[in-house]
């Protein structure tokens, strides 16, 4: 296994068999901070190094969809490897039988339509061999999982923990607006003390002083917070394994004006500065109510 530090360090040009796991490779780098580009004519490849502000998280996908890869690319590869010495070409694989039940498990057609799938993942092999011996790692996907091809490429990044990579963010809402669709995990907190009820608190919010402190006076409050914030804690390294990057929790209530925002801030802050990041929003702020 290559370095990391000498792996991943860009440009890389990402390239391959279809089917053999490009995408998975290059949203895994996406998720490191790299840029990527997917399938550009090659005649703007060279300029689009060229013109690139941040070049060293540069990636670009190539494929047999791209006119004149396996004729023109070679040429291609040797001027940019003369400008920049830290470029990478990474060439991914499989082998026919699996290619085969890839295609056939994702009822897509292979790109090259005019033949059988078994020819046409013959003649893509045989037409990009001289560039799989440009490659400056082959990465063989035959027994991979696309989540062992992530957490393969994350190994050779130097990431120790997928945690690293977790984005949670804590979202507030309204019942009366709906539940967020993409939360993976939604707390209803309907069942606290309500300080609409107060007249004084109705005008204000959750993120308020007062508010704050009318609602930390109540016990159930506080062993709320804390169970929640025990689970999603616990929960946490688990979506990392999956190699989940971005946590959406939920934190609801009637009006989505007190109780739900003052407990997803209380969360919030109880989960910054542990290795994730953490942000919090108020999906409904404009929709508040007296």
């Keep these: 296994m290559a370095p990391a530090s000498t792996l991943f360090r860009g440009p890389f040009v990402i390239t391959g068999l279809s089917g053999g796991g490009k995408s998975v490779l290059s949203r895994s780098l996406e998720d490191l901070g790299y840029n990527c580009v997917d399938n550009i004519p090659l005649e703007l490849v060279e300029e689009l190094f060229r013109r690139s502000q941040d070049r060293e998280k540069l990636v670009v996908v190539l494929d047999v969809r791209t006119a004149g890869?396996?004729?023109?690319?070679?040429?291609?590869?040797?001027?940019?490897?003369?400008?920049?010495?830290?470029?990478?070409?990474?060439?991914?694989?499989?082998?026919?039988?699996?290619?085969?039940?890839?295609?056939?498990?994702?009822?897509?057609?292979?790109?090259?339509?005019?033949?059988?799938?078994?020819r046409a993942i013959s003649e893509e092999r045989r037409g990009f061999e001289?560039?799989?011996?440009?490659?400056?790692?082959?990465?063989?996907?035959?027994?991979?999982?696309?989540?062992?091809?992530?957490r393969h490429i994350l190994e050779l990044a130097g990431v120790e923990s997928p945690s690293e990579l977790m984005k949670i963010e804590i979202q507030s809402f309204s019942y009366l607006q709906g539940v967020p669709s993409t939360a993976s995990l939604v707390f209803d907190?309907?069942?606290?003390?309500?300080?609409?009820?107060?007249?004084?608190?109705?005008?204000?919010?959750?993120s308020d002083d007062p508010v704050g402190r009318w609602l930390t006076g109540h016990d159930e409050v506080l062993?709320?917070?804390?169970?929640?914030?025990?689970?999603?804690?616990?929960?946490?390294?688990?979506?990392?394994?999956?190699?989940?990057?971005?946590?959406?929790?939920?934190?609801?209530?009637?009006?989505?004006?007190?109780?739900?925002?003052?407990?997803?801030?209380?969360?919030?802050?109880?989960?910054?500065?542990?290795?994730?990041?953490?942000?919090?929003?108020?999906?409904?702020?404009?929709?508040?109510?007296?």
């Design 189 to 206: 907190v309907r069942f606290l003390p309500n300080p609409y009820f107060e007249e004084k608190l109705r005008p204000l919010s959750g």
């Design 69 to 118: 890869m396996a004729e023109t690319f070679p040429g291609i590869h040797a001027r940019l490897n003369q400008q920049y010495n830290s470029l990478r070409l990474i060439f991914v694989e499989a082998a026919d039988s699996v290619l085969e039940q890839r295609f056939s498990v994702a009822r897509r057609p292979h790109p090259i339509r005019n033949m059988v799938l078994e």
């Design 223 to 290: 062993e709320a917070i804390e169970r929640i914030g025990d689970l999603v804690e616990y929960l946490v390294p688990s979506y990392a394994r999956e190699l989940k990057t971005h946590l959406l929790v939920g934190v609801g209530c009637t009006g989505g004006r007190h109780r739900s925002v003052f407990v997803a801030e209380q969360l919030a802050g109880r989960l910054k500065g542990q290795k994730q990041s953490v942000e919090v929003h108020h999906r409904d702020r404009d929709n508040w109510r007296y």
């Design 130 to 150: 001289p560039i799989r011996r440009l490659a400056d790692l082959v990465v063989d996907t035959t027994s991979l999982s696309p989540h062992d091809l992530r």
